[in-house]
């Protein structure tokens, strides 16, 4: 009897050996930052700075009206040179404020601890959560302070450890090296949420972080049960997560809360627990910055709004000239088409991969081997929905539900044809609108 | 014997007994269909675009039979086709024959009265009558493409995706430099149901105005919404759409409006203003005389007729 686990998956090659054993180093100081003022799901924020204006490490830079955003600090202390339209990991391009530094890293005096966070009623929490402009730092970049808030009465948090994308090991390094501070997160996103069980799942490939935390948790006699789960892609996804520790289905369109659950990620633990401990905005997060040409794969703590072909460089730079650098994991990961896009709160990794292994074979007919249909972490059909848009009937793929889709990508990883079966049910989900 | 009557009897009988219940069903399970529905979606251009809303030509006339939608609804329809239209649904409308008799009056098939004179019914049906050319004649407007960039657009990234658009506009915005570029992949040729849109060497779609019958679906389906409907009888049109500024623009594309306004004094009928770094052509104005076309420095200004190679 393994570990828990999903219905569905693949055991991907997972590359981690690149950076696992790296220990988070802090990136030097960048000369210039450029601080995109939409980096979370949701309403894009105003910008309060405008050009010429000097900021300092902290300072709010930009915010919005509406529940669903985040406010957006700025990350090194200097002067404001541009606000207008700049280069944009995940949306192509949008607005942002760029900051020359002055080196000096001032920070803001409005920076102060908070004192006892015992004493904060769990409004004062969220609204703290919410003005460190903490969102998911998995990827998605949900804003934070929503999720503490459900609409529906809500009994499990689910703390994600998983990191079950390939390459990546941010998460990893967080969970090893900063016990303490997360499980104080935890503390924090457990009070604010007012739920009684914890479950902290891990992947058993990391045996040194379950060690860890089995370790602290009893040690400070904590009420959290750290579960190691079983290493499978995708298993960190949120459904599926949920699924393998309480063994709760989140029916389609639904959203977690709907079947009482909260997910938030290890790192954003962290951040909460600096933002109410420290007062400290969000303006950096660990960053993997790995691929086989790197010279120096590393897990570095940055400053947002690098652009990754300084951290790239820092890294050694490459060994062979970049095929891609796709920023996330392989799997879910967004390909870049320059390096001088800045690192996000979304941004968990940089990864380059060379020429030599961006082989893109052929796609073939289907075979109808079924392997995509025993991968689908959702238990859809996706080779009939892959057909269905290749012979453009997205009507006909209805019955399929496309829209269940999580996009995770594990049928094209599987799929012995080589057919890029997601592009097809994207193509259906974009069709349907 | 008695076998032979026997098995007479039974088959006879059961065939009575189903064309009862056949009888019956047929009195009490009847349907009444609108007999103007089948003469309507004859008078429908018939191509089923699905512009109307109503999945197809039958659907609208129901509709249209209903009372429910106008004529005006279907823009794919000739001025003259939707007259045809508009005379057979006074005509047959329920409240009144044209001959005066009330909606109780007792209908043929194509709705007219029963009580009409015989001259009176051929008038009537002579204005029904679909001429001898069928309703082929062109929509008032036409679909137009604001963008000439293709090759001489920049591409910031090799996009090798699925062949759709509507994919290309979400992959980190899409593979074009600009904004309102055309995406190429072909999305707008695909739903035109008049395959009024053809690829020109270069890359770039273009409609074919002989054909483009007016129906929209490109102009809804395109994810970058450069496709635009302008009057049939334009001449002359803007191969643009980026309201970026002129030195932006440049950097992005050889062929953009970079907003110099030469066309707006060049033009003699004045029909030619500039809104938001893009120059926009009045066609109430435009006369076509193709003084915009010879100044412009971009060549973003183009006839419409000439395929726009014309660089």
């Given at each position: 009897m393994g570990n828990k686990t999903f219905v569905g998956g693949w055991h991907v090659w997972s590359h981690k050996e690149l950076t696992r054993d790296a220990a988070i180093v802090a990136a030097p100081l960048p000369p210039r930052v450029v601080i995109p003022l939409a980096q979370h799901a949701g309403i894009v924020c105003r910008p309060l700075v405008k050009a010429g204006d000097t900021v300092l490490t902290g300072q709010k830079i930009g915010d919005a009206e509406g529940l669903i955003t985040a406010p957006v600090h700025a990350s090194i202390s200097g002067k404001v040179t541009v606000v207008g339209d700049a280069l944009h990991p995940v949306l192509g391009s949008a607005p942002a404020v760029t900051i020359?530094?002055?080196?000096?890293?001032?920070?803001?005096?409005?920076?102060?601890?908070?004192?006892?966070?015992?004493?904060?009623?769990?409004?004062e929490l969220v609204s703290r959560i919410r003005a460190a402009g903490i969102v998911g730092l998995g990827g998605a970049a949900f804003p934070t302070h929503v999720k503490l808030s459900p609409q529906k009465p809500v009994d499990v948090l689910i703390i994600n450890g998983v990191e079950c994308e390939p390459y990546l090991t941010c998460?990893?390094?967080?969970?090893?090296?900063?016990?303490?501070?997360?499980?104080?997160?935890?503390?924090?996103?457990?009070?604010?949420?007012?739920?009684?069980?914890?479950?902290?799942?891990?992947?058993?490939?990391?045996?040194?972080?379950?060690?860890?935390f089995q370790k602290r948790v009893s040690a400070l006699k904590l009420p959290f049960s750290v579960v190691p789960v079983e290493v499978k892609y995708p298993q960190g996804a949120e459904k599926q997560l949920i699924k393998a520790l309480v063994d709760r289905e989140v029916p389609p369109g639904k959203l977690p809360f709907d079947v009482g659950v909260v997910v938030s990620n290890a790192g954003t633990a962290l951040a909460a627990a600096e933002a109410v401990f420290q007062g400290k905005p969000l303006y950096e997060r660990t960053v993997t910055v790995t691929g086989t040409t790197v010279r120096e794969p590393k897990n570095i703590r940055v400053r947002l709004g690098t652009s990754f072909a300084e951290l790239i460089a820092w890294c050694g730079g490459t060994t062979a000239p970049a095929g891609k650098i796709v920023m996330g994991g392989p799997m879910m990961g967004l390909a870049q088409f320059s390096d001088a896009v800045p690192v996000v709160k979304g941004t968990?990794?940089?990864?380059?991969?060379?020429?030599?292994?961006?082989?893109?074979?052929?796609?073939?007919?289907?075979?109808?081997?079924?392997?995509?249909?025993?991968?689908?972490?959702?238990?859809?059909?996706?080779?009939?929905?892959?057909?269905?848009?290749?012979?453009?009937?997205?009507?006909?793929?209805?019955?399929?539900?496309?829209?269940d889709c999580i996009e995770c990508g594990v049928c094209t990883y599987v799929c012995p044809s080589k057919r890029r079966i997601l592009e097809h049910i994207r193509l259906l989900k974009v069709g349907a609108k | 014997?008695?076998?032979?009557?026997?098995?007479?009897?039974?088959?006879?009988?059961?065939?009575?007994?189903?064309?009862?219940?056949?009888?019956?069903?047929?009195?009490?399970?009847?349907?009444?269909?609108?007999?103007?529905?089948?003469?309507?979606?004859?008078?429908?251009?018939?191509?089923n675009c699905g512009a109307c809303g109503q999945p197809g030509c039958a659907n609208f006339a129901e509709a249209l039979a209903d009372g429910t939608v106008q004529p005006s609804g279907c823009v794919v329809a000739s001025p003259a086709a939707r007259k045809k239209?508009?005379?057979?649904?006074?005509?047959?409308?329920?409240?009144?024959?044209?001959?005066?008799?009330?909606?109780?009056?007792?209908?043929?098939?194509?709705?007219?009265?029963?009580?009409?004179?015989?001259?009176?019914?051929?008038?009537?049906?002579d204005a029904l009558e679909p001429e001898s050319e069928p309703v082929e004649e062109a929509?008032?407007?036409?679909?137009?493409?604001?963008?000439?960039?293709?090759?001489?657009?920049?591409?910031?990234?090799?996009?090798?995706?699925?062949?759709?658009?509507?994919?290309?506009?979400?992959?980190?915005?899409?593979?074009?430099?600009?904004?309102?570029?055309?995406?190429?992949?072909?999305?707008?040729?695909?739903?035109?149901?008049?395959?009024?849109?053809?690829?020109?060497?270069?890359?770039?779609?273009?409609?074919?105005?002989?054909l483009c019958r007016g129906c929209r679906k490109c102009v809804a389906a395109c994810p970058r919404k450069i496709i635009f409907m302008v009057p049939r009888a334009a001449k002359i049109f803007v191969r643009c759409h980026s309201r970026d500024k002129g030195p932006v623009v440049m950097k992005r594309c050889a062929v953009?409006?970079?907003?110099?306004?030469?066309?707006?004094?060049?033009?003699?009928?004045?029909?030619?203003?500039?809104?938001?770094?893009?120059?926009?052509?009045?066609?109430?104005?435009?006369?076509?005389?193709?003084?915009?076309?010879?100044?412009?420095?971009?060549?973003t200004m183009s006839f419409v007729e000439l395929p726009p190679a014309v660089v």
């Open positions: 020359e530094s002055d080196g000096a890293d001032r920070q803001d005096p409005a920076i102060t601890p908070a004192g006892d966070p015992r004493g904060l009623s769990r409004n998460d990893y390094r967080l969970l090893v090296e900063r016990p303490d501070e997360i499980l104080d997160g935890i503390g924090l996103l457990q009070r604010a949420v007012g739920v009684e069980k914890v479950y902290i799942g891990i992947e058993d490939d990391k045996p040194l972080a379950i060690r860890t968990s990794g940089i990864l380059v991969l060379s020429t030599a292994e961006l082989v893109l074979p052929p796609e073939q007919p289907c075979i109808r081997c079924a392997r995509c249909v025993d991968a689908c972490p959702m238990q859809l059909l996706p080779y009939a929905m892959s057909l269905c848009a290749q012979m453009k009937q997205a009507e006909r793929a209805r019955v399929y539900n496309p829209s | 014997m008695m076998r032979v009557l026997w098995a007479a009897a039974i088959v006879g009988g059961l065939g009575f007994l189903f064309g009862i219940v056949l009888a019956w069903c047929s009195k009490k399970l009847y349907v009444a269909a609108d007999p103007r529905v089948s003469r309507l979606t004859d008078l429908l251009p018939g191509v239209i508009e005379a057979f649904l006074r005509q047959a409308a329920p409240a009144a024959c044209a001959c005066g008799t009330p909606a109780d009056g007792g209908r043929d098939v194509a709705g007219v009265c029963t009580l009409c004179t015989a001259a009176e019914k051929k008038d009537i049906a929509a008032q407007e036409m679909a137009l493409i604001a963008c000439g960039g293709g090759q001489r657009a920049r591409n910031t990234f090799a996009y090798t995706g699925v062949a759709d658009c509507r994919i290309a506009a979400k992959t980190l915005g899409g593979q074009k430099a600009c904004g309102s570029a055309c995406l190429e992949q072909g999305t707008c040729i695909e739903v035109c149901p008049f395959q009024a849109i053809r690829v020109q060497p270069e890359g770039l779609p273009r409609v074919i105005p002989e953009g409006c970079i907003a110099c306004g030469k066309c707006v004094k060049a033009c003699v009928a004045q029909a030619i203003r500039l809104e938001n770094n893009l120059a926009v052509i009045d066609y109430t104005r435009c006369t076509g005389c193709g003084q915009c076309v010879s100044v412009c420095p971009t060549k």
